[in-house]
């Protein structure tokens, strides 16, 4: 059979889709479609975009399921693949977008999301709904095989360059409380050459990474190359960049794999796409192979391969479900040890001890962390597993938003507060969990000093 994504439901989750687009009706389910500007007493097919250049959730849903093969246009990852359009971003409320995760998940299979908190390096946590939406999906959907949660690292690369030194200032995709949750994919970006973008997060907690295109960058002045996908109006664009690029095409390689073999479990999915994952940019000293996977600071274990993926689909020995993942918790650790300002040497540590934990192959870490610090943004967390591999949690940094006096600007702000913040890392997929971890803290950049007060792990995996 032909890979192209037949059968298998794509929800785009966004501020409207041109469901009426020469290319993309075709694969739009009737009736499966919902406006959330129309509220819920008067939901309509019709989730299009309101504003006149608000193109965004089109040109998503393009590379997700252009229809292929009908001499229109162009051909989306999944041409074939079945598509529904809802809508909760364009009324700015977040029981909309809870809703709209869990939204006919007994026939949605995939929820492709190109958005997140704001890039400007600040702790953005989630709300409890939000978290209740994604476990109920991994949970309920698709029959208790899981719903596929395909979410952006981020567009914040470089938040500002720093005057003096020329470095340059990143956010990162684990202080996006809404992108750093066990059972989502996280995305980052790559170029046309297989590099880091200027805009592409990095973060423990990215799973893989796709093309996003190179737009101009008014900080650095980067070289245009975007992608070429759906616009309003029955039109085309060829400037849509971004990890909002890189998202639809790995929620479209999913809907590849799913028709391939339709009981593949929401875990399945993300040990096939790290697994088969490539390493692009091959010969950058970044790489390392540990448990029989590669993995890089920068594009987690790789850059998708659909083809590759595709293929491993249809023998994939199934590890199960929610049910089946196994779960251990270490004790609440309280060192309570003071944090030196501006010392890298002197950085602080803790230690915990997992034993007797059933789980020979993590596929995911949660770390919960309580600092009390007066600026955030100059801690570096790393988090050590027992065999020496290390998941960086969090960088120093100062962080940015553009002056609402003057948009070509940047003003600093506050970073947020480490309290009790999730943190999420794949880093040691396949590793095994026993054994003594350490959390390392250090402050490095001059001003203030503070406590490491608390932290816990939980350890999922197989």
């Known amino acids: 059979q032909r890979a192209n994504g037949e059968g298998v439901r794509v929800a785009v989750v966004d501020s409207g889709v041109e469901v009426l687009h020469e290319d993309l009706r075709p694969n739009i389910v009737p009736g499966g479609s919902f406006n959330y500007r129309q509220g819920a007493h008067f939901g309509s097919d019709y989730p299009l975009p309101c504003a006149a250049g608000n193109v965004h959730g089109t040109a998503v849903a393009g590379i997700v399921a ?52 704001p890039d400007y390096g600040v702790l953005n946590p989630s709300d409890a709904d939000f978290d209740a939406a994604i476990e109920q999906g991994l949970a309920q959907g698709r029959g208790g095989l899981g719903l596929i949660f395909v979410f952006p690292a981020g567009n914040g690369g470089t938040l500002a360059v720093e005057t003096g030194t020329g470095r340059v200032l990143r956010d990162n995709a684990n202080y996006d409380g809404y992108v750093n949750k066990r059972g989502q994919i996280t995305v980052c970006a790559i170029d046309d050459d297989g590099q880091r973008p200027w805009y592409g997060e990095t973060g423990a907690n990215v799973l893989v990474c796709a093309p996003g295109g190179r737009p101009v960058n008014p900080v650095i002045d980067d070289t245009l190359g975007a992608i070429t996908t759906t616009g309003l109006n029955s039109t085309y664009v060829s400037n849509f960049a971004g990890t909002s690029a890189s998202v639809p095409i790995v929620g479209g390689t999913v809907a590849l794999m799913l028709q391939a073999n339709p009981a593949l479990t929401w875990r399945d999915v993300q040990l096939i796409l790290a697994s088969t994952a490539r390493r692009n940019s091959p010969n950058d000293a ?177």
């Open 66 to 117: 252009a229809r292929g093969g009908n001499a229109i246009g162009g051909s989306g990852v999944a041409p074939a693949a079945l598509m529904v359009g809802l809508n909760p971003l364009s009324t700015n409320m977040n029981a909309d977008i809870e809703h709209a995760l869990g939204y006919q998940r007994d026939r949605n299979a995939i929820y492709v999301n190109s958005w997140g908190s």
């Open 286 to 462: 970044g790489w390392s192979e540990n448990f029989g996977l590669w993995y890089h600071p920068d594009f987690g274990f790789g850059t998708v391969d659909a083809a590759a993926a595709v293929a491993a689909a249809p023998g994939w020995q199934t590890v199960g479900g929610s049910v089946e993942q196994k779960y251990c918790e270490s004790a609440v650790r309280n060192p309570n040890v003071a944090i030196v300002d501006n010392s890298l040497d002197q950085a602080v540590s803790d230690t915990v001890s997992i034993a007797g934990c059933d789980i020979q192959e993590i596929e995911f870490i949660e770390v919960r962390f309580t600092a009390r610090h007066n600026y955030a943004g100059e801690l570096r967390v790393d988090l050590i597993s027992p065999r020496g591999l290390q998941s960086q949690l969090a960088t120093e940094r100062r962080c940015f938003e553009p002056d609402p006096n003057n948009g070509s600007r940047q003003v600093e702000i506050h970073c947020g507060n480490y309290r009790d913040w999730r943190f999420g890392t794949v880093r040691h997929l396949n590793e095994p969990a026993n054994g003594n971890w350490i959390l390392r803290v250090a402050d490095l950049q001059e001003g203030d000093d503070g406590v490491f007060e608390r932290w816990q792990m939980r350890i999922w995996g197989r």
